[in-house]
């Protein structure tokens, strides 16, 4: 295989997990059940953070926004796309389907990012407890009353750059 | 490898022959950033036929393309089941903008698929390139100063001073920064987050009554939970608190308002000692769920963002007259005692204050206007012309409505569109403060002209220099100056000084003119046409006559102003 002439980097998911915060506060009272997971995830490959807000996909080093380090690190495994290979996709990404106007919390938010990024890079995608979060609050009362307005949130954690079109 | 030889133009003619050699079709999506394509090509193709027809798929050069698999980037000598790529799965596509950032991935390419004399002619053609450049192994070490120099900035990290760890952490110190920064909490009330849920009133009103403290509050007092369910008024609460402005002005209004309606015999002390019992529970319940971090510590500023309701942070509110007096009354929270025992002596003060009116004000309720929390209302009025409707739509001034409508002719002055516009306008009403200031001069040094402020001869004091009665001009020149320089403006701040005075005397005098001004302005016109230059005459004339032009003619050529 073409393997050893190939670099192999590796791919991680950094899970920061929100409910810390207000999520295991509030949410009891606003669903009526415990979401106790919320989280915002982001990509850490060559050496780089990378994650999607409401600003469009920024980039920063590795627990470098102001959330701090994750509280959880999964390894999504290896690939082989190289950096600069990576940084076209995200421009093209950053100017469609994630630019910052596209963020939606709950449809199309940073973990829809990392999930689409996970697949590219590595085939493999994120833990689906993360990917189903937002099917959860929406099917309470509450989180459907809460719908448009945090349709509206763009959360975007300060301490990264924007990346928007071309690198360089 | 036979098929990754046929990557000429005879691909198609290697395709047909591998169909007819019963290979299968499989149908790969391709994705792209922007969007994704079915491409249907032999199982057993080889990447680079693959990456033929999405060159011509995509409209992109063979060297452009990228593919990507399962994390793999898929080479043109490989095949696509060598990947595994089946019938029915992704393949990432990326096209990239410079021939030349090829050199990473595709001088491995060339390496491995040297052999093969393909019309990859890119990957010999680039071949050169990778040498030239920076060698794949250390590509990424080299290139971030090219790609990264832009990101990655750590500086930001201690910037905000939340480099903590732990969330838990962090939402400490954002309270703490909260506390000795209250614009930020006006910025979090600007988040749209926090404005979009302040504008649902039944989110709000969850929110609040599922707080545990709240629930206790809720029982001990019943009035909270009428209160909570009035959606009137929690939309009012909640525009309040999204407008942190406004809710400090409004805050400050319901204080000084709620003081002055003290005065009115009996009601408001009830609703005031109801508001006592509810605000201060609910201060402490609203701080508890802040983890005991008071408010008070926010300097004054601001009050919670997420408990809209009831909460005030208090600090005594200025009040100019420093009323004799004072009656010691209830305070209604911290910092407002002051407001409210200055004003509580508004009932014994009203008789003792110079009545700066002249007109004896009939009744407390009507006195209202001329206690020293309504003047300071209206002085903070005619700094914020925004205060004024801010005012007049919240919950409290209703009641205070109320009590307005006793007062039929109160009310519609207070109602009277130009009354408002008066009160709107910041100049306007600083000219009447004044006015008021140098009325109420006027009283203590000249008694003897208390009198003769009858109701006509109000409108006559601010337009000065008409000399009617023109004491020692009371009011600094600002609208009775210049009279005759500008005659429409004047005119429109006499009329307005008048319903504004009207106002002040509690509506005793009459009804002479709920907008006189305004009425008479045809009638003023006519009498400037036929040469009654005086304006400020021609309108007491008017005014005394109740319109009557020909009244007013009489008047006026009667007493002969100068």
Same mark, same amino acid.
């Given at each position: ?168 | ?314 600090? #005594?509110?200025?009040? !100019?007259?420093?009323? =004799? +007096?004072?009656? &010691?009354?209830?305070?209604?929270? %911290? /910092?407002? $005692? ?108 000249? #008694?003897?002209?208390? !009198?003769?402020?009858? =109701? +006509?001869?109000? &409108?006559?004091?601010?337009?000065? %220099? /008409?000399? $009617? ?94």
């Amino acid at each position: 295989m073409e393997k050893n002439e190939t670099t192999i980097y590796s791919v991680q998911l950094y899970i920061y997990d929100l409910s810390r915060g207000m999520a295991r506060n509030l949410s009891p009272i606003m669903l009526g059940k415990s979401v106790s997971k919320a989280v915002h995830t982001a990509i850490v490959v060559y050496g780089d953070e990378f994650f999607f807000g409401g600003v469009g996909i920024s980039s920063c080093s590795p627990g470098g926004t102001m959330l701090g380090s994750p509280d959880t690190v999964v390894e999504l495994g290896n690939t082989e796309v190289t950096e600069e290979i990576f940084m076209d996709y995200l421009s093209s990404l950053g100017e469609s389907t994630y630019r910052g106007d596209k963020y939606r919390l709950f449809e199309h938010n940073c973990n829809t990012f990392t999930n689409e990024v996970a697949q590219f890079l590595t085939g493999r995608k994120i833990p689906s407890y993360i990917t189903d979060l937002p099917s959860e609050v929406l099917s309470t009362p509450f989180g459907q009353i809460l719908r448009p307005i945090l349709d509206s949130i763009h959360i975007a954690p300060p301490g990264g750059n924007v990346i928007n079109g071309r690198p360089s | 490898m036979a098929e990754s030889s046929g990557t000429d133009p005879t691909v198609d003619s290697n395709v047909v022959e591998n169909a007819a050699k019963d290979r299968t079709m499989i149908v790969v999506t391709v994705k792209t950033p922007k969007d994704k394509e079915e491409i249907a090509i032999l199982e057993d193709s080889s990447v680079a036929q693959f990456k033929e027809e999405i060159s011509k798929r995509f409209n992109a050069k063979l060297d452009q393309l990228v593919l990507i698999f399962a994390g793999k980037i898929l080479k043109d000598g490989d095949t696509l089941n060598q990947h595994g790529i089946k019938d029915g799965l992704t393949v990432h596509l990326v096209i990239k903008t410079a021939p030349k950032a090829t050199s990473g991935s595709t001088s491995q390419n060339s390496a491995s698929s040297s052999g093969t004399p393909q019309a990859n002619s890119s990957s010999s053609a680039s071949s050169p390139v990778p040498n030239a450049s920076t060698p794949p192994g250390t590509g990424p070490a080299i290139q971030p100063p090219n790609l990264l120099s832009g990101f990655g900035d750590l500086s930001s990290l201690s910037g905000m001073g939340m480099g903590s760890a732990n969330f838990m952490e962090l939402q400490q110190q954002m309270q703490r920064q909260l506390m000795s920064n209250p614009e930020m909490l006006s910025q979090i009330m600007d988040n749209p987050l926090v404005q979009n849920m302040m504008s649902n009133p039944d989110l709000m009103r969850q929110m609040i009554v599922t707080n545990p403290q709240m629930q206790q509050l809720m029982e001990r007092n019943p009035e909270i939970s009428h209160m909570l369910n009035n959606p009137e008024l929690m939309r009012q609460t909640m525009e309040l608190a999204r407008n942190p402005a406004m809710m400090q002005e409004m805050m400050r209004n319901q204080d000084r308002a709620l003081s002055n309606l003290e005065s009115i015999p009996g009601g408001y002390n009830a609703l005031r000692r109801m508001y006592t019992d509810i605000q201060e529970p609910m201060f402490s319940a609203a701080r508890e769920q802040f983890g005991n971090n008071p408010f008070s510590a926010l300097g004054g500023n601001l009050d919670s963002g997420v408990q809209p309701s009831r909460t005030e942070n208090r600090e #005594p509110l200025p009040n !100019p007259w420093g009323p =004799p +007096g004072t009656a &010691p009354s209830e305070s209604r929270g %911290t /910092g407002s $005692s002051t407001t409210t025992s200055s004003n509580g002596g508004t009932a014994p003060s009203v008789s003792s204050l110079p009545n700066p009116l002249g007109i004896n004000a009939s009744g407390l309720g009507n006195g209202v206007f001329s206690s020293p929390g309504m003047q300071s209302l209206m002085q903070q009025i005619s700094e914020n012309p925004q205060l004024m409707q801010n005012m007049l739509s919240a919950p409290y001034m209703r009641s205070m409505m109320q009590s307005l409508a006793q007062n039929p002719d109160l009310a519609s002055q207070m109602q009277n569109p130009e009354a408002l516009s008066v009160m709107t306008n910041p100049r306007a009403m600083q000219a009447l403060m004044q006015i008021q200031q140098g009325l109420q001069t006027l009283q203590t040094e000249a #008694p003897g002209l208390m !009198p003769s402020l009858a =109701p +006509g001869g109000i &409108p006559g004091i601010p337009s000065t %220099t /008409g000399g $009617s009665v023109a004491p020692e001009g009371p009011p600094p020149p600002t609208q009775g100056s210049n009279p005759s320089a500008d005659v429409s403006p004047s005119q429109q701040q006499q009329q307005l000084m008048q319903q504004m005075l009207q106002m002040f005397a509690g509506g005793v005098t009459t009804t002479q003119a709920v907008t006189p001004e305004v009425r008479f302005q045809q009638q003023l016109d006519q009498l400037s046409a036929m040469g009654f230059l005086n304006r400020e005459a021609n309108l007491q004339a008017l005014i005394a006559t109740g319109g009557d032009i020909n009244a007013a003619i009489e008047r006026l050529l009667g007493s002969q102003p100068s």
